[in-house]
Every structure is written in C-alpha cells, then in structure tokens.
C-alpha cells in the first residue's frame, strides 16, 4: 500500500508561485509513474501534469504548460509541482497521484491510470 501526503498549498497572489510536495510512505514509487490533478469546486478533476518513474517523461495541461514545473526525487519518494504566475483559475485542491506503471504516457490525463492518490492540498490564488 502507499500513502501520499500532499503539503504546499496555501493562499497566494495573482502572478505568484508556489510549489506543493507530494510524499509517498508505506511502499515505493520510484516504480511508477506520478501525476498532479485539481479540482475546483463544482468541476470534475482535472489532470495537470504527469512525470515518469525515471523522470525522462513529462507531460502538462496546455492550460499550465509553460507555467506548472513537476520534478521527482526517488530517493526522497518525493514529487514536487512548481507554480508559476498562478491565476485565479488555478484555484482548486491539488492531488498528487501513483500510476499503475512506470510510465504514463498518452493515458497521463486519465485517472484510472492512477491506483492511490492522497488527500489534496487547496490552493488559493486571489485577484
């Protein structure tokens, strides 16, 4: 079983950054890929970025790309989301995600390629 904790969230300014964390306990995830969603309120959840087991894949919303950054370290089983110029629609709650395999590719989007997913962090961009 892993558990994934998310940290990070927090309420910040249009045109600010931050960067959430994702830590995975219990088993390894340096095996699987890892992905990022958020969901606001009223809305389905929606992917936002995915990463590799090796970290030699990445893949990003077209509503983030250029601005949202994710790195893994698996010696810290340890995702990271770096957020750039945030706008107030990326105000959601952001789950972290394990893949089935070690890579997510075309399916990175889908939430059935992810099996475990934490709790979510809010976050909160004001205008």
């Known amino acids: 079983q892993v558990q994934l904790v998310e940290s990070g969230g927090g309420l910040v300014q249009a045109g600010g950054s931050l960067r959430l964390s994702c830590t995975a306990s219990?088993?390894?995830?340096?095996?699987?890929?890892m992905g990022w969603f958020r969901q606001a309120p009223g809305k389905e959840r929606e992917f936002v970025g995915g990463i590799s087991y090796n970290s030699d894949g990445t893949y990003y919303a077209d509503s983030v790309k250029g601005r949202f950054t994710i790195s893994r370290d698996n010696a810290k089983n340890t995702v990271w989301l770096q957020m750039n110029s945030l706008q107030p629609e990326d105000t959601a709650v952001y789950y972290c995600?394990?893949?089935?395999?070690?890579?997510?590719?075309?399916?990175?989007?889908?939430?059935?390629?992810?099996?475990?997913w934490g709790q979510g962090t809010q976050v909160t961009v004001s205008s």
């Open positions: 995600a394990a893949a089935r395999g070690y890579y997510c590719s075309g399916n990175c989007f889908e939430t059935a390629t992810y099996v475990y």
């Open positions: 219990g088993r390894t995830v340096r095996d699987r890929a």
